[in-house]
């Protein structure tokens, strides 16, 4: 049967086999490949078809005739509603098993050269997987006459207000309940993007978790902050662990969180975060990984697979605030990173001033403008480092590299895909020795990965 013989509305029955990249269930009816949220592999279940496309039917699980033995019970209320968990339901150590799983799949089907002989590790996981994340981004919205914040329902912008997410550190929540509680108390216009009109938009809240530090972002479709003070007020009274409270304005109709422009309302304008005993300044718009815990174990991965020697040079491409290029700096010769955020290079900066460093150097740009540049005025890095976000290596910085490999080059990767597609190339000039997958985003389909290249 083709996928045009399936219809909508038609209910058929399945085996699942395995999962795919979004932690969806996948089975085959007479060769058409079923998508269907919340199955898990060695289930049989009952499904109600809800697409039919040319190559594949996505369905609704409607029935668990057979449960997996790795099947739990998610302890989440609104885990089914809120769509930013989606392996509740499968035991933890199954979710290790599916995460290095999910690398073979891409491998698999990207096919770089010699994949069939790559050695994957088996994925790291966390002693506790639950309480991970220190930063809440939550949307704001009026129901019924009540300012809720929560997150979106997945592929919707239908608000799922949220008040003790499982996955987020308890110093984030607390937080993020009393400012809404203070918005309720003073009536505080939010904003509606159907009538784009109304003042708060969302609230960012982020802690450090090594030093207990709590900063408060309102996120404002203008400058107009009603009521700043009476609020700043009720913060720090009801609040002392927050230090920073700021305010960002965004007042495009998109759907990017954060704007340009951010303004300091009260106390320090960044908070301090500390990882492999280096100490972070973390500025409202810098990238910082959302899990400390494992960013440490990730850092500790890369570094091992960077084996760097004394008088080594290294490249820290999408540096971010730092954190790993300061972690190697003491055993190298030169680091050298890029950002496209401003406010992350400064942080960047001062993060090397504070640790006496001189053997740094952090540059605004592009890695893919700056890296020729550089190779270009004869810095010629003896390792490269690459922390690309979920769309790979920009083409131009993956020919730079191309052209003039590195001794070596270690790859940290935030999506699989993207990763074994960029592998395609990077293996025509390196041996992949290994990849080692790391559990940053316990309950989701998320899989981050360390890569070890060394030259031909």
Known sequence: MTPQLL????????????????????????????????????EDISVKITKVAPRFVEGQLTKIIKAAP???IP???????????QLQHLAYPAQLTFKKDLLKQALNKFKPRNFENYQLLKTIGMNNPWNYRNKAQFQLRKIDGEIEAGLYQADSHHLVPIDNCLVQQPATTK??????ELLNKYQLPVYNERKNSGIFRTL???????????????????????QKMALVDEITQLLPEV?????????????????????????????EERINEVTFDLSPRAFFQLNPEQTEVLYNEAIKALDLKEN?????????????????AKKAKEIRGMDIIPAAIEDAKANAERLGLTNTHYEVGTAEEL???????GFKPDAIVVDPPRTGLDQKLLKAILKQPPKKMVYISCNVSTLAKDLVDLAKVFDVNYLQSVDMFPQTARCEAVVKLTRK
């Not at 920073?244 to 954060?258: D, F």
């Open 371 to 377: 890296l020729p540049k550089w190779l270009q005025a």
């Open 204 to 226: 960012m809240v982020r802690v450090g978790i090594k030093t207990n530090e709590v900063q408060v972002v309102f996120i404002t479709q203008s400058k107009k902050f009603p």
């Open 7 to 42: 219809k909508e509305g038609q209910s058929i029955s399945l085996k699942i086999k395995r999962l795919g990249i979004n932690g969806e269930g996948i089975g085959y009816y007479k060769k058409t490949i079923v998508f269907v949220p919340g199955a898990l592999p060695k």
């Open 243 to 271: 230090v920073s409270i700021m305010q960002n304005v965004q007042n495009k109709r998109t759907s990017i969180v954060m704007g340009d422009e951010t303004v300091h309302v009260w106390g320090k304008e960044s908070i």
């Open 175 to 180: 937080v993020m309940n009393v400012l809404v």
């Open 312 to 328: 080594e040079t290294v490249i820290d491409a999408y540096c971010g605030v730092g954190t790993i290029g300061l972690s190697l």
């Open 70 to 72: 790795e099947r739990v």
């Open 75 to 85: 302890p989440c209320p609104v885990y089914e509603e809120c769509g930013g968990c």
